[in-house]
């Protein structure tokens, strides 16, 4: 049974930053490219970040230069540093694993950035 559990959500204000993580289970974890998506209400699931197993990375252009995606293949963990969070970050993030077109998603963290 695969699952991949988020954490590391919460309030934060602007300028400020949160890491986020996500721990898998059920998965060659080191084969798998990891993402972060997000969610903001009424709007599209958009790509926020990429790793694939060769530990490349790609971001999505609202967050370059700002987050940051890494993995850890020894603990099957993938995280996301981000900094100078906006109030426009504010959504529900959600992690994903994919291997050759099989895809699984966490069940998601909400992050707020408010004052």
């Given at each position: 049974?695969v699952q991949?559990?988020?954490?590391?959500?919460?309030?934060?204000?602007?300028?400020?930053?949160?890491?986020?993580?996500?721990?898998?289970s059920?998965i060659?974890f080191?084969?798998?490219?990891?993402?972060w998506?997000r969610?903001?209400?009424?709007?599209?699931r958009?790509?926020v970040?990429v790793?694939n197993?060769?530990?490349n990375t790609a971001y999505?252009?609202?967050v370059?230069?700002?987050f940051?995606?890494?993995?850890?293949?020894?603990?099957?963990?993938v995280?996301?540093q981000?900094?100078?969070?906006?109030?426009?970050?504010?959504?529900v993030?959600?992690?994903?694993?994919?291997w050759?077109?099989?895809a699984?998603w966490?069940?998601?963290t909400?992050?707020t950035?408010?004052?």
């Amino acid at each position: 049974q695969v699952q991949l559990v988020e954490s590391g959500g919460g309030l934060v204000q602007p300028g400020g930053s949160l890491r986020l993580a996500c721990a898998a289970s059920g998965i060659t974890f080191r084969l798998y490219a990891m993402g972060w998506y997000r969610q903001a209400p009424g709007k599209q699931r958009e790509l926020v970040a990429v790793i694939n197993s060769s530990e490349n990375t790609a971001y999505g252009d609202s967050v370059k230069g700002r987050f940051s995606i890494s993995r850890d293949n020894a603990k099957n963990t993938v995280y996301l540093q981000m900094n100078s969070l906006k109030p426009e970050d504010t959504a529900v993030y959600y992690c994903n694993a994919n291997w050759r077109g099989t895809a699984h998603w966490g069940q998601g963290t909400q992050v707020t950035v408010s004052s």
